[in-house]
Nanobody, 115 residues
Framework: QVQLVESGGGLVQPGGSLGLSCAAS????????MTWHRQSPGKQRELVAI???????NYADSVKGRFTIPKENAKNTMYLQMKNLIVEDTAVYYC?????????WGQGTQVTVSS
């Protein structure tokens, strides 16, 4: 069974940086697309970034210029590099993989931006 596991969350001060990882139990090129989402308390889950199998990467306006999915990901891992973090980035971050027949979600990793 294909699974996704996020890691790398934690507490960081405003202006700091953090890196998240999404480890898949299969080669990530098996996915038609993969995304990072986040959900803050009381808010709907929102799309942060998406990368397609063709290599196209798009970001939400709220994180553009601050968050990056490296073009060179590991065979089984997708990363999210976050810099210049702000309090509003505090959320549980989830990765998602679209296999075409179904979509998979990881369990999420908490990112807290606070002084």
């Amino acid at each position: 069974q294909v699974q996704l596991v996020e890691s790398g969350g934690g507490l960081v001060q405003p202006g700091g940086s953090l890196g998240l990882s999404c480890a898949a139990s299969t080669n990530i090129f098996n996915f038609k697309s993969m995304t990072w989402h986040r959900q803050s308390p009381g808010k709907q889950r929102e799309l942060v970034a998406i990368v397609t199998a063709g290599g196209a990467i798009n970001y939400a306006d709220s994180v553009k210029g601050r968050f990056t999915i490296p073009k060179e990901n590991a065979k089984n891992t997708m990363y999210l590099q976050m810099k210049n973090l702000i309090v509003e980035d505090t959320a549980v971050y989830y990765c998602n993989g679209n296999l075409g027949s179904r979509a998979l979600w990881g369990q999420g990793t908490q990112v807290t931006v606070s002084s």
